[in-house]
């Protein structure tokens, strides 16, 4: 085996750095060591390089698979600046003839491709025909239909390493959950010795969740505000042009909007502009980002809710990257929960069910009192402490009121019931409210059947969202709700539960819970 000794001169001598970053280095070592990784990174942690600098040292060639064609071919050019010799199979590409002739030959270090290559018999035909030192998948998460982008096509990458069961899988991926990560393993048969993820803590950057109240005026005020380059995420095409124009006139600064209905010469422009500046917004859609690298972005402004706590996490995450203190605000409103409910029903059991895990992971987000840090890592499984002291929650509590009781007499009702009934028939049972489903289980009999007070009824929802948020009720797959993490000790009273309680004036509609 290599020791840091052997593998820092190669670290530097194709990439110029002098030291690895995070658990780069540990990546490299299993991948150089033969053995198959799941490796969960955030963005900008470097993922590129845990695969390019092995391909560079292995015989034989690294087939990377990438789901966009245009990302890949930015990796691709920045690993040709690096002297790695390396090419693209798709059918955007015009040298395929000679990309083919350089594979069989042993020529090429990294050999690009998509997904959907994978089920192609010509294709397992010319990897046969050369040497593969490792398959490398980008965006590993696309394989899982818990995964916030499934990919079908993903799917059929299995059977194609299994015919090369010899080479070592590298997956990689930015964003994905407990349940998504042991997923992919199982999909792509990586062994869950082989899962790998670093810390996903962004100190640098301070968050902020508000409801949005005049969206325009508090975009505007954030303007005016905050210096530096910043980015504005808005739900659609339209409002990225509306709100780019009008906050342009408003404030004096340069904002230009970005989103894939532009021109691509408009789009390419705006970029280049963006990434130039030292003082640009960009109002854009979730198109805006990938690939792009400017690490000195100071903030990160959502329009809207974003689409999970993955994409706000990765969206988010692109301030900051110098290190330099950056904040994330979001403006939300219940409105965009009761259309991402609504577009729920128009999807397949199979999608709908992992949409509506991460619609309610984000609603505990944007609701709780507590600190929005330690929700979004411990959403990535990480352990961190209570309060972060770098996120509004924390710097400036917000209305509450005492939930312990309620949460008490909530956590027995869905103990009591067997823990498998969602909110909505707990909420009965505790209310006294009997229907058939009630009186036929006997719940109208248990001693928490109409133990909720009726000043205490409108605590009940921000109460389960901020028990759900803490994870100490948890849905299983069929939306029953179980006790999970410190649920014990709130029974017992050893920990209080502080709510957000609902705002003066407006309307709770996302409690419907539509499907
Ligand atoms: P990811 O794919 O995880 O988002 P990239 O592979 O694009 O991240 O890397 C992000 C940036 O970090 C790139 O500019 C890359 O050159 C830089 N980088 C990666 N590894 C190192 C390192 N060990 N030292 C310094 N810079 C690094
Ligand atoms: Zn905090």
């Known amino acids: 085996m290599l020791d840091s000794a052997e593998l820092l001169p190669a670290l530097h001598t194709t990439f110029g750095f002098s030291a690895f970053r995070g658990v780069q280095e540990q990546v490299v070592r299993r991948v150089l060591a033969g053995q198959s990784t799941l490796a969960v990174m955030p963005t900008g942690a470097g993922k590129s390089l845990t695969y390019q600098l092995p391909a560079t040292m292995m015989p034989g060639t690294c087939v990377v698979i990438s789901p966009l064609i245009a990302l890949m071919h930015d990796q691709l050019r920045s690993a040709e600046a690096n002297g790695i010799r390396a090419a693209s199979l798709t059918s955007a590409d015009s040298n395929r003839e000679e990309t083919i002739d350089r594979f069989r030959a042993g020529e090429l270090d990294l050999l690009y491709v998509a997904p959907e290559r994978a089920s192609q018999s010509h294709f397992r035909e010319l990897l046969n025909a050369g040497q593969i030192s490792l398959f490398a998948i980008d965006e590993a998460h696309c394989v899982s239909e818990w995964g916030h982008d499934f990919r079908p096509d993903y799917r059929a990458l299995r059977p194609l390493m299994d015919s090369f069961a010899q080479v070592p899988r590298l997956a990689l991926t930015a964003t994905a959950d407990a349940h998504t990560r042991a997923d992919v393993l199982a999909q792509l048969g990586i062994d869950a010795a082989g899962l790998i993820v670093a810390g996903f803590d962004r100190p640098n950057i301070r968050y902020a969740i508000r409801h949005r109240q005049g969206g325009f005026t508090q975009l505007r005020d954030l303007l005016k505000e905050q210096p530096g380059p910043g980015i504005i995420y808005a739900p659609t095409r339209r409002k990225v042009e509306d709100l780019a124009q009008k906050l342009g006139e408003a404030t004096g600064r340069r904002v230009l909007p970005y989103h894939a209905g532009l021109p691509a010469e408009q789009r390419a422009a705006n970029q280049s502009a963006f990434v130039a500046s030292e003082d640009m917004v960009m109002v854009a859609t979730v198109a805006f980002g990938m690939g792009i690298d400017k690490p000195d972005v100071r903030f990160v402004a959502h329009a809207g809710v974003p689409k999970s706590i993955e994409s706000y996490y990765q969206e988010t995450g692109r301030a900051g990257r110098d290190g330099d203190d950056s904040v994330a605000v979001m403006f939300w409103a ?164 502080p709510v957000v309680l609902p705002p003066q004036g407006e309307k709770r509609s996302r409690g419907s819970r539509g499907n």
């Open 334 to 497: 219940p409105a965009d929960f009761v259309l991402a409910r609504e577009r729920l029903s128009e999807m397949d059991e199979s999608r709908r069910k992992g949409e509506r895990t991460r619609l309610d992971a984000l609603s505990a987000l944007v609701e709780s009192p507590s600190c929005r840090r330690a929700i979004l890592l411990r959403h990535f499984g990480e352990s961190p402490p209570e309060k972060c002291g770098n996120c509004d929650n924390c710097l400036e509590a917000p209305g509450v009121a005492d939930g312990s009781v309620v949460a008490q007499k909530l956590l027995s009702a869905a103990y009591r019931t067997g823990q498998s009934f969602g909110i909505g028939h707990l909420e009965k049972v505790l209310s006294g409210i009997s229907d058939d489903r009630i009186v036929q289980r006997g719940h109208d009999r248990l001693t928490v059947f109409g133990i909720l007070e009726s000043e205490e009824a409108r605590l009940l929802k921000p109460v389960a969202r901020a028990l759900q948020a803490r994870g100490a009720l948890v849905a299983n797959e069929h939306g029953g709700l179980m006790l999970a993490g410190d649920a014990r000790a709130i029974l017992t009273g050893d920990v209080m539960l």
